[in-house]
């Protein structure tokens, strides 16, 4: 929680670092950008995920040794970040080639994703990476087991390959799959669809990019094995896996196809986590799905499966 204790915490938790524009938690570490562009992480290093040149664990950030930072995403053991130059350096570990170089067991100091200059934003799931780039084209690397680089293939690749999409806004990265919002407003997943979280009505895996069916999408956000969008009119819709009610439509069953998110309007912003999601509405935070760790926030542990109100903001 980077707040100087190793404690699970129901209710939110004060980290010091003032003038936060960008914050990101993957599996065991979290990352933020200040408005100054400097980047602090903290939590599990055991694979060098901070960027400290060292495996020692953290409970309260520590800066990386980074120039002016965009845009950070954390993986499930690896953190990428854009450069305002354009660039990408990633860190962390890098067994499926997924900080973008040769494989190896690990780099604990950032290192330079070869062959992309003009990248806008990047997005890291569990060992694969993908990035935006200035002409609105995507490129993935690392792990593609379940097809999750989009390029046709399950072989790994440490070099950045191509999917096959449209001008897209924004992609994220979910443990095995991967979505992107393209220009249209329309939403296109690949990967792992065990649990239908590709969204396309079924259960195979996608090697290339899939239609699912949504238009008006304004946000895009994949949890570990699970999607959400939020809609321009404000509501929401997510597919795949249900335990714990992380789809927040009052059930525990998995959907394969988008599926409303209840008691949920004026929504602007969603975000999905391995077992529980959250979305900004105005002025208040509404999380559901699992909470044994305390982490919907709502000042005890139990499972929601409808959005509940987040304490604190």
Same mark, same amino acid.
């Given at each position: 929680?980077?707040?100087?204790?190793?404690?699970?915490?129901?209710?939110?938790?004060?980290?010091?670092?003032?003038?936060?524009?960008?914050?990101?938690?993957?599996?065991?570490?979290?990352?933020?950008?200040?408005?100054?562009?400097?980047?602090?992480?903290?939590?599990?290093?055991?694979?060098?995920?901070?960027?400290?040149?060292?495996?020692?664990?953290?409970?309260?950030?520590?800066?990386?040794?980074?120039?002016?930072?965009?845009?950070v995403s954390v993986g499930g053991e690896h953190?990428?970040?854009?450069?305002?130059?354009?660039?990408?350096?990633?860190?962390?570990?890098?067994?499926?080639?997924?900080?973008?170089i040769t494989r190896s067991a690990f780099e604990?100091?950032?290192?330079?994703?070869?062959?992309?200059?003009?990248?806008?934003?990047?997005?890291?799931?569990?060992?694969?990476?993908?990035?935006?780039?200035?002409?609105?084209?995507?490129?993935?690397?690392?792990?593609?087991?379940?097809g999750q680089l989009g390029n046709n293939s399950?072989?790994?690749?440490?070099?950045?390959?191509?999917?096959?999409?449209?001008?897209?806004?924004?992609?994220?990265?979910?443990?095995?799959?991967?979505?992107?919002?393209?220009?249209?407003?329309?939403?296109?997943?690949?990967?792992?669809?065990?649990?239908?979280?590709?969204?396309?009505?079924?259960?195979?895996?996608?090697?290339?990019?899939?239609?699912?069916?949504?238009?008006?999408?304004?946000?895009?956000?994949?949890?570990?094995?699970?999607?959400?969008?939020?809609?321009?009119?404000?509501?929401?819709?997510?597919? !795949?896996?249900?335990?714990? !009610?992380?789809?927040?439509?009052?059930?525990?069953?998995?959907?394969?196809?988008?599926?409303?998110?209840?008691?949920?309007?004026?929504?602007?912003?969603?975000?999905?986590?391995?077992?529980?999601?959250?979305?900004?509405?105005?002025?208040?935070?509404?999380?559901?799905?699992?909470?044994?760790?305390?982490?919907?926030?709502?000042?005890?542990?139990?499972?929601?499966?409808?959005?509940?109100?987040?304490?604190?903001?």
């Open positions: 929680l980077g707040n100087g204790t190793n404690t699970d915490g129901d209710v939110p938790a004060l980290v010091d670092l003032d003038d936060v524009v960008q914050v990101e938690a993957g599996g065991d570490h979290t990352c933020a950008i200040q408005a100054d562009a400097d980047l602090w992480c903290w939590g599990r290093n055991d694979f060098g995920q901070l960027g400290q040149g060292d495996r020692q664990d953290t409970n309260v950030p520590v800066p990386v040794d980074l120039p002016a930072v965009a845009d953190t990428c970040a854009v450069l305002i130059a354009g660039s990408i350096r990633c860190f962390g570990r890098n067994d499926h080639g997924q900080l973008g604990d100091r950032p290192v330079t994703v070869s062959n992309l200059t003009t990248t806008t934003s990047v997005t890291a799931g569990y060992a694969h990476t993908c990035a935006v780039l200035d002409n609105m084209s995507v490129r993935c690397w690392g792990r593609n087991d379940s399950r072989s790994d690749s440490s070099t950045p390959v191509r999917p096959s999409l449209p001008p897209t806004s924004a992609v994220d990265a979910g443990v095995f799959h991967t979505c992107a919002a393209l220009a249209d407003t329309s939403v296109s997943c690949w990967g792992s669809n065990a649990y239908g979280q590709v969204g396309d009505g079924g259960s195979q895996d996608r090697l290339v990019p899939t239609a699912v069916g949504l238009s008006s999408v304004a946000q895009l956000d994949t949890g570990a094995y699970h999607s959400c969008a939020v809609l321009t009119a404000g509501t929401a819709r997510c597919w !795949g896996r249900n335990t714990g !009610g992380r789809l927040g439509d009052g059930t525990i069953v998995d959907r394969d196809t988008p599926t409303k998110v209840a008691d949920l309007s004026a929504a602007t912003a969603i975000a999905g986590g391995a077992h529980h999601t959250c979305a900004v509405t105005g002025a208040k935070v509404m999380c559901w799905g699992t909470g044994g760790s305390g982490q919907l926030g709502t000042g005890n542990r139990q499972d929601s499966l409808r959005p509940a109100l987040a304490l604190g903001f």
